[in-house]
C-alpha cells in the first residue's frame, strides 16, 4: 500500500494551525509560585496539558491525564511494548526582546510566530497528527503508540518522572524535539552553583543576570552606587567600553544615588552557548574598569576572567572532548550578588568520560579560595544510542524517503526526553541548516517545513507500529 503522506497532512494543514494557535496561545512556563493542589507547576501547563488532550478526546483517542504533571493519547491493542512519542507542552519564558506579543501567534512570510512553536508544542503537535493520520486512513497495526506529553521539560522534568512513578514507560521510541536526520546521542547535563563569601558592598549594590538554568542570559544588569563615581565618568567608561565590544548594547540609567548599568546580549539554548552573546560575563568585564574592593573584585574578575568566552571549561580545569559527543560546554546562565548573597549558576554538558561527581572534584579545584561550587538540580548522564539500531534506521529512513538528504544521525549538548528511553533517541522537527530559534525571542516555525516534518512523522510512526 502507497500512501500519499504529504497529501493527508495537507488536507488537515487548517486544522493543525489552528490547534497549534489555540496550544501556543498558553503562557505554559512553569509557574510554582502559583501552584495550587490542582496545578502542582501552576495553572499553566496544566492548561495546555489538558487543551492538547481535549484535542485527542475531539478526534476519538484514549487519552489519561496523570495528575495534571503528565498525559497519554495512545491508539492499538496489542499487549506488546508500545513505541512511545514524548513531547512536551511547558515552555521557557518569553524572555526580553520580542517583536510582537510570544502568547498571539503571528503568521508572516510562511512563518508562526510564538512561543513553544518549535520548542515543542509545534513538534509534539506533528507526531499527535502523525498519529490522527494512520488512525484516519484505518491503516492496520501490530503495535500501540503512546504520545506521552509532558509539563516541565524546561526545568527538572518533574512531571514526567512523575509520570515514570505512577505509569509503565515503553523503552523504545522517539522525542520530536530536537533536530532531523536523528539525534542518537546527548551529552550529559549537570547545573553547578558556584557559590561566593558573601560580599563586602561597596560599589556594586547588585548584580543580576538569566532566568533560566538553560538560557543564555540576554541582559544583565548592576546597580552603581553614585556616590563612589561620577555617573558622567561611568557613563563615558561604558561608552568606551560598548566602543571596544561591538556585538553588545548598553545603557545608564539612574535614580537618586544610584545608576543602573544595562548591558544587552543575545540569548540562546545553553547547548550552544556560543550561539548567545552572555550579557552577565560582558557586564563583568565592564565592572572590572570601575575602582572595585576586593570582595567585589574576587566575584566579578572571576566572571571576567574564567567565565567570559570560555565555553570549553579549560579555566574550570573541566574541558573534555569525545570523538563522537563531542566536546563540553559550559554556559554561566543565572547571577544573584547583593549585600545578602553570590553566586552564579552554570550549567555544563558534558560527553562521555566525566560524571557530575568527577566534575564536581574538578570544578571545586579550579575555584578561588573561599568559593565551592555544588550540584543543583538534576545531573543526567550521557545518552547514546547506534546508528546501526534498527529505531534508528526506520526514523532516518522515513527522513530520507521525503528529503533526499544523506545527512547522518549526531549528537547534541541538548537535553531531550528521548535520553528517558533505554533505546530512544530524539528526532526533528527541525531541519538541517534551520536556523535554532529555541529560547530566543521571536521563536518561530516555517509552516511547510512543520507540515513536512507531520509527513515524516506519520510515515516513521507507522513503519515502527505496522
Do not use: C
Request: without cysteine.
Amino acid at each position: 500500500m502507497s500512501i500519499d503522506w504529504e497529501k493527508e497532512v495537507s488536507h488537515r494543514s487548517d486544522e493543525l494551525i489552528n490547534d497549534l494557535s489555540e496550544l501556543v496561545s498558553i503562557d505554559s512556563s512553569r509557574d510554582i509560585e502559583n501552584k495550587t493542589s490542582d496545578f502542582p507547576l501552576g495553572p499553566g501547563p496544566a492548561k495546555a496539558l489538558q487543551t492538547f488532550l481535549h484535542f485527542a478526546e475531539r478526534d476519538g483517542f484514549a487519552t489519561k491525564n496523570v495528575d495534571n504533571l503528565a498525559g497519554r493519547i495512545e491508539f492499538g491493542n496489542t499487549e506488546d511494548e508500545p513505541i512511545a512519542i514524548l513531547g512536551h507542552v511547558d515552555v521557557v519564558p518569553e524572555g526580553p526582546g520580542w517583536n510582537t506579543n510570544p502568547f498571539e501567534p503571528v503568521i508572516k512570510d510562511g512563518n508562526f510566530y510564538a512561543r513553544g512553536a518549535s520548542d515543542d508544542k509545534g513538534p509534539s503537535l506533528a507526531s499527535y497528527y502523525a498519529m490522527k493520520i494512520i488512525k484516519e486512513l484505518k491503516l492496520p497495526t501490530s503495535k500501540k503508540v503512546q504520545l506521552i506529553l509532558g509539563t516541565d521539560e524546561e526545568s527538572e522534568w518533574v512531571g514526567i518522572n512523575h509520570y515514570m512513578e505512577k505509569e509503565t514507560m515503553p523503552e523504545t521510541g522517539f522525542s520530536p524535539d530536537a533536530e532531523f536526520p536523528a539525534i542518537n546521542g546527548e551529552k550529559g547535563i549537570v547545573s553547578f552553583r558556584v557559590n561566593f563569601p558573601t560580599p563586602k558592598i561597596n560599589l556594586v549594590k547588585k548584580f543580576t543576570a538569566g532566568i533560566r538554568p538553560n538560557m543564555v542570559p540576554q541582559n544583565a544588569e548592576a546597580e552603581i552606587d553614585l556616590e563612589k563615581i561620577n555617573l558622567e565618568e561611568l557613563k563615558t567608561k561604558l561608552n568606551d567600553f560598548l566602543g571596544e565590544h561591538s556585538k553588545i548594547k548598553g545603557n545608564v540609567t539612574n535614580k537618586e544615588t544610584i545608576a543602573t548599568v544595562q548591558i544587552i546580549g543575545k540569548g540562546a539554548h545553553a547547548m550552544e552557548p556560543f550561539n548567545g552573546i552572555n550579557a552577565a560575563t560582558y557586564l563583568a568585564k565592564f565592572l572590572m574598569t570601575l575602582p572595585l574592593n576586593d570582595s567585589e573584585k574576587l566575584y566579578f574578575s572571576f566572571i571576567a576572567d574564567s567565565l567570559h568566552l570560555d565555553f570549553a571549561g579549560k579555566n574550570l580545569g573541566i574541558s573534555n572532548k569525545d570523538e563522537v559527543m563531542g566536546e563540553l560546554t559550559v554556559s554561566p546562565n543565572i547571577y544573584e550578588y547583593d549585600q545578602d548573597q553570590a553566586n552564579i549558576l552554570l550549567n555544563i554538558r558534558y560527553p562521555k568520560g566525566d560524571t557530575g561527581d568527577t566534575l564536581t572534584d574538578k570544578v571545586n579545584q579550579n575555584l578561588p579560595t573561599g568559593v565551592s561550587a555544588i550540584i543543583e538540580g538534576h545531573n543526567q548522564l550521557p545518552h547514546f544510542v547506534s546508528a546501526d539500531d534498527p529505531l534508528v534506521k526506520a526514523l532516518v529512513g522515513a527522513y530520507r524517503d521525503h528529503t533526499d538528504d544523506p545527512t547522518e544521525p549526531f549528537t547534541v549538548g541538548g537535553g531531550t526526553y528521548g535520553r528517558i528511553l533505554k533505546n530512544g533517541i530524539a528526532f526533528g522537527a527541525m531541519f538541517p541548516g534551520d536556523e535554532n530559534v529555541m529560547h530566543q525571542p521571536n521563536e518561530y516555525i516555517n509552516i511547510d517545513k512543520l507540515l513536512k516534518a507531520t509527513a515524516i512523522y506519520a510515515d516513521a510512526i507507522y513503519r515502527l507500529i505496522k
